[in-house]
């Protein structure tokens, strides 16, 4: 039998003893694959088992700190590696994707690079653990070690191109025809809701995803059959309108290559989401903090060694004729000193030095807190617009300017079916306070909409499209069912400049109504929390308390470069004493600035949100009595002004904070602390606060009463801390 393969000579095939490789021969005529394939296959197989090996010595020698391999995987990989195009697809892989990252371009070097956190590892630079991939260079999207995240990030990523595709606008992030964007994960990962919001989200949008599952039988210790109904991931999906799926036998390249060229033909033509089944092996543990010999038999393990592709595709390519035993040994040896060559190589850098441990939390470009943000307002008309209004016109005014930017959430858009707005019985609706009411129909196609009912949706989408250049600005209904979104809140948007030194960025708002003080509120609306992502690094906190500083704080938001939580007090929605003027389409307040509400000498309040009102409410009483009360609101809590506490304190001596959060680890301790490290000297009295009771919101409206802090409140604490 002989077999002729492009631009080489005809193989010699030994048909005895091979019948039952046909198949795989036949697909190597189908898709003419060459000689030059075959070891490129082999190639990138060797050597990304030999840089998990090479990672498991340093780990061994204390150069590495870690190791989780892709042992197992190499098949598939390389095939979607040989099949899919750097720089031109997009690719958010997960941690055992170390062949697919090799046969696009990354080096055994980076990796070992990384393995030790030196300052050669372009994919984190020195942050990130090995196995976590990220090249700016080659599309692949830095990836934290959350396992599910991805999935509606990759959504992201694939709208913000159809966006970019549709607008075809000068000067705006690339995108690529017909471009491919591929995510991946192993079969426990399969098991995270938001797998399954990515998996409806990219077929009801007919989006160009590529899901992989690899499925190598076993999450660490947890057998597949436990994770999924039927222990097959493709029979459980097999019905899934929209979605096509393909399976193959990722420990043979070939089967693998000739599937990815079926799925590549499919989804260019732009037929909308593929999953992928391939079944692998996992020849080693989970990692090395691992021992997979614990719950898996001798013979499982023995199969597995039959079956991995490292030892089953050299016998393949030998026991058909289309290698050599030499040829096969040659590239062996070849990459074997490639890798221990790297390893010396990569031993050799430097780490980061220790001064940049701070680098590229935030914009080193754009600085919300500088005076590029302080513009002056030049009002025209009445001071009527309540806070509410305030945040619309200013929605309606940047997206007008801005065709990057994308507003969506639960109820946001005016309607779904925007033909509806030839329809004069109908009003739209436009968020459930009516704060995005006529914002699509100022915008372009495309830019305002609708998402599922699922804020871990929201954000990780948002998060896609910020990677790629857009600028979402999104809304969480409510601040109460925040917490669903908060893996991609806290470990995905915070880190992703600082975990890629600097390569991705995620410059977004977030926009959260907060807050109680409304009748019927109960527990689930009329929560705050703002600490708990005040605690998060690289997340800016913003808090406004009236109409003039919603406009202002919300501009500097939309035109910053860091992801920002914008948190707007419902209670002050449509309130008559916090109304404005309209300062204009260019007013801008700066971040980390706090507002002097009126200045005093006998004590000092700090305060924002609804606590800024009944701050002013309660000096207004005590100054009957003869005292004078200066009044700071802090405006934005991350970053929050010190030294306008400061600089306060220096006058009175005397420090009240107010905030509706719970007492208890609420962000007036904080403060407390901060002052007590740097002004202690200052003060002629104990910091007091007024806060919360720690306790959940009544519905009962006396129970809120008493929980929610009241002016009375305000008003007593302060007359304590006069007196003192």
Excluded at 58 to 74: C, L, R, T, V
Excluded at 76 to 97: E, G, M, N, Q, T
Excluded at 319 to 335: N, P
Excluded at 371 to 378: I, K
Aim: glycine share 8%; hydrophobic share 35%.
């Amino acid at each position: 039998m002989r077999i002729n393969t492009p631009g080489t000579k005809a193989t010699e095939v030994n048909s005895k003893s091979n019948a039952k490789y046909d198949q795989k021969l036949e697909l190597i005529r189908k898709n003419k694959i060459s000689k030059a394939d075959l070891l490129w296959f082999l190639k990138n197989i060797f050597v990304s088992r030999k840089t998990d090996d090479a990672e498991i010595t340093m780990k061994k020698q204390s150069k590495a700190f870690f190791q989780i391999s892709g042992a197992g995987h190499e098949g598939i990989l390389s095939a979607v590696a040989k099949v899919l195009k750097p720089k031109h697809d997009y690719f958010i892989p997960y941690y055992r994707d170390r062949a697919l990252c090799l046969g696009l371009g990354v080096t055994p070097f980076e990796m070992l690079c990384q393995a030790n956190g030196n300052t050669g590892d372009t994919a984190s630079h020195g942050r990130m653990m090995p196995a976590h991939w990220g090249n700016v260079k080659l599309n692949i999207v830095n990836k934290s070690s959350c396992t599910g995240t991805q999935f509606l990030q990759a959504c992201g990523v694939a709208e913000a191109g159809l966006h970019l595709k549709k607008m075809k606008l000068k000067d705006t992030p690339v995108y690529n025809d017909h471009e491919i964007v591929y995510t991946s994960c192993g079969d426990g990962t399969i098991a995270q809701g938001e797998f399954w919001e990515g998996l409806t989200t990219a077929c009801v949008n007919k989006l160009p995803v590529l899901f992989m599952v690899e499925d190598n039988g076993y999450a660490i210790s947890t057998p597949v059959w436990l994770n999924t109904p039927g222990g097959s991931i493709s029979k459980a999906l097999a019905n899934f309108p929209g979605l096509k799926i393909f399976t193959c036998d990722g420990n043979c390249p070939i089967d693998s290559y000739n599937t990815m060229v079926e799925i590549e033909k499919y989804m260019r033509a732009g037929n909308g989401p593929v999953l992928v089944h391939a079944n692998v092996t996992r020849p080693y543990s989970h990692s090395l903090s691992d021992d997979h010999s614990y719950y898996r038999t001798k013979d499982d393990l023995d199969n597995e060694a039959t079956l991995d592709v490292f030892n089953s595709y050299p016998k393949f390519l030998t026991e058909t004729g289309l290698l050599t035993t030499d040829e096969v040994k040659a590239v062996l040896d070849e990459v074997t000193k490639e890798l221990r060559d790297a390893m010396t190589k990569a031993l050799e850098m430097a780490w980061p030095d220790k001064s940049t441990y701070m680098d590229h939390l935030y914009s080193p470009d754009v600085d919300p807190t500088s005076a590029q943000f302080e513009t002056a307002a030049n009002f025209s008309g009445k001071e009527d617009i309540p806070l509410a209004t305030a945040i619309n016109m200013t929605l309606k005014s940047e997206i007008k300017k801005n065709p990057l930017m994308m507003v969506f959430g639960e109820d946001v858009a005016d309607f779904t079916e925007v033909e509806k707005y030839e329809n004069p019985d109908l009003k739209g609706k436009g968020g459930v306070f009516k704060v995005t009411h006529g914002v699509q129909k100022v915008a372009q196609p495309g830019q305002v909409f609708n998402s599922p009912l699922a804020e871990a949706n929201i954000i990780g989408r948002a998060i896609g499209m910020a990677i790629r250049g857009l600028k979402p600005v999104v809304e969480i209904q409510f601040f109460d069912y925040i917490w669903t979104a908060y893996m991609q809140l806290k470990n995905e948007m915070a880190t992703t400049r600082y975990r890629s030194g600097g390569d991705f960025k995620c410059p977004m708002v977030i926009r959260v109504p907060i807050g109680g003080y409304l009748r019927g509120g109960a527990i689930y609306h009329s929560q705050s929390g703002e600490s708990l992502f005040t605690h998060n690094p690289g997340i800016r906190v913003v808090y406004p308390s009236n109409a003039l500083d919603a406009i202002g704080l919300l501009r500097t938001a939309i035109r910053c470069d860091d992801p920002v939580l914008f948190l707007e007090h419902k209670h002050l929605y449509y309130q008559g004493y916090n109304r404005s003027a309209d300062p204009g389409e260019d007013f801008m307040i700066p971040f980390g600035k706090a507002r002097v509400v009126k200045e005093g000498k006998d004590a000092t309040i700090v305060c924002w949100g609804a606590l800024v009102q009944k701050s002013v409410e309660a000096a207004r009483e005590l100054e009957k009595e003869g005292y004078s009360i200066e009044i700071l609101d802090a405006r934005t809590i991350a970053p929050f002004d010190f030294e306008a506490v400061k600089k306060s304190l220096s006058k009175t001596h005397r420090l009240l904070v107010c905030h509706e959060e719970h007492k208890t680890s609420g962000y007036a301790g904080e403060i407390a602390a901060w002052v007590n490290e740097n002004c202690f000297e200052m003060l002629d009295a104990p910091i007091l606060r007024v806060c919360s009771k720690d306790v959940h919101v009544a519905y009962c409206p006396d129970l809120e009463e008493e929980i929610l802090p009241q002016t009375s409140d305000v008003l007593t604490a302060l007359k304590k801390l006069v007196q003192y």
